[in-house]
């Protein structure tokens, strides 16, 4: 991975100008990180929820749903080229990333984790 940011910078950098280049690298983080708030909300909420603890349940709902308003400011109204490009850019990452997780959960898992009867016979 940091191959690939380094090539980016590399063959990127120079023709966007330095300003432009970490304007841009940082809107993909932070549109990153707002995603990664909102399922970490949204996943507090649901366990919230199923713990039937309602003030937990409405604060995970609240977060999610505050962080939703940058979200929507990034897509709405339309940025300017190339600034349209990064949420979908995020999306993307987000998915391929989620998609080669449960491919590597799939190999790995049968391989690599005991069954619980083993584990718990050794105590």
């Known amino acids: 991975m940091v191959a690939v940011n ?17 304007a ?4 993909i983080g ?10 970490v909300a949204g996943a507090d909420m649901i366990e919230a929820f199923r713990a039937r603890r309602i003030v937990w349940a409405i604060i995970g709902f609240s977060g999610a749903t505050l962080l939703i308003w940058p979200l929507w400011n990034s897509l709405y109204p ?16 987000a998915i391929v ?4 997780v449960r491919s590597l959960h799939r190999t790995s898992v049968s391989q690599t984790v005991e069954p619980v009867s083993q584990i718990t016979s050794d105590l």
């Open 78 to 93: 339309v940025p300017s080229w190339p600034d349209i490009l990064w949420p979908y850019i995020v999306m993307m990452w």
């Open 30 to 39: 932070t549109l990153s990180l707002i995603l990664v708030y909102i399922c």
């Open 97 to 100: 990333g989620g998609l080669l």
């Open 6 to 22: 380094i090539a980016a910078l590399m063959l990127w950098g120079p023709k966007a100008g330095a300003v432009s280049y970490g």
């Open 24 to 27: 841009n690298i940082v809107t």
